[in-house]
């Protein structure tokens, strides 16, 4: 038995995920949905791989009055470089499948569960630098008052209440993490037991 090929149902899975990865280039990644008395049908920002959509410019109306920065996506250096990478690791799972090698399964693990955490970590600082970075001459100041939206869940900010979660994208990348690091344990164990 080759101790260095895939099992086909790893190959299979490796393909969907390159498919996936695709698919995540051109559906929202992350929701942030806001709600308040004044806007009872709720405000939504999708972030995409390389735009905003929603009512972002509603939010960046309210976000003045608090002395936060406006929102804009020609500012982010990582919707240039977001679809690249993702079409990056989906040509890394279509050349793992089809060389049919689980060095390379390994190794696009790795590289995607690295690019997965420094991903929410890049999220988490720019959530934090809007939240936290606030021009002392606002209309609104709340002394010790910050207004970082949460990366995952629920935050009461002021009156407004706020959720974060991933979209379609999101959903996306995270499955294949996941997919990836089973197959990965999977196909390492298989080939201890043929040693």
Known sequence: MNTTSLKNLSRILL??????????????VWS??????????????????????GEYEIINGLNHYIGMK?????????FKVLPYALGFFALLCFLAAFLNRKKLLYLV??????????????????LYDYGHNLNPNAAIVVPGMSY????????????????????IGGGIMIGVG??????AIIEFKMSKKTV
Request: charged letters at 10%; hydrophobic letters at 55%.
């Open 32 to 53: 942030i949905y806001l709600n308040a008395p004044q806007y009872p049908e709720g405000l939504a920002m999708f972030i995409h791989a390389d735009k905003i959509s």
């Open 109 to 126: 693990t790795v590289l995607f569960i690295l690019f997965g955490v420094g991903f929410v970590y890049d999220f988490w600082r720019w």
């Open 178 to 183: 996941a997919i990836l690091v089973i197959l």
């Open 148 to 167: 970082q939206p949460p990366l995952i869940g629920y935050k009461q900010l002021l009156n407004f209440e706020v959720w974060s979660y991933p979209n």
């Open 70 to 78: 406006e929102i804009h996506a020609d500012e982010f250096w990582e």
């Open 15 to 28: 393909v969907i995920c390159g498919i996936g990865l695709i698919v995540a280039i051109f559906v929202p």
